[in-house]
């Protein structure tokens, strides 16, 4: 019986201590691939570099900083509320510039992320996700983890 704990214990422990984010580009790319497509910009977030969110977050503030007039522009334009403005997270940012994508027909990281790796190219904490159309994406290594340099 206590065999039998040991073991249970062993497996738990060592499931639990499985990495929850990538370790290689490939499975970087993979977690982006998945969230984005699926509309998961919580997940898209978590897979995003620290200077991708830095710059996110700047773009947010200037938003969130704009006149009554620049925002009541910027509400019909991309019909959003002027509160969403007020409220933005990087999830709502990463929504925002997908819906627009959608809309003007060009969502480049669809594009990108619908077609098949064809190469990594890895360099010291950067790496080039080569796909088979020819679009790249970049990825940076932050510890032992890989994630999405948006740009």
């Known amino acids: 019986m206590c065999i039998l704990m040991f073991i249970l214990i062993a497996v738990i422990s060592l499931v639990s201590c499985q990495p929850s984010r990538p ?3 490939q499975e970087a790319f ?3 691939k998945d969230a984005y497509l699926n509309d998961n910009m919580q997940k898209v977030e978590e897979i ?3 200077d991708s969110k830095k710059k996110i977050t700047t773009v947010i503030t200037n938003l969130q900083s704009m006149n009554q007039a620049q925002i009541a522009a910027f509400v019909q334009y991309y019909n959003v509320s002027a509160n969403s403005i007020k ?3 990087i999830p709502d940012y990463l929504a925002l ?3 627009i994508a959608a809309v003007h027909g060009d969502d480049v990281l669809a594009s990108a992320l619908n077609q098949p790796i064809a190469q990594v190219t890895i360099a010291k904490s950067k790496a080039t996700v080569q796909l088979y159309n020819g679009m790249s994406l970049l990825f940076v ?3 032992p983890y890989w994630f999405f340099e948006y740009e």
């Open 23 to 25: 370790l290689t580009p």
């Open 30 to 32: 993979n977690v982006l």
């Open 48 to 50: 995003l570099s620290s």
């Open 87 to 89: 409220t933005m997270t």
């Open 97 to 99: 510039q997908k819906k």
């Open 141 to 143: 290594k932050e510890g």
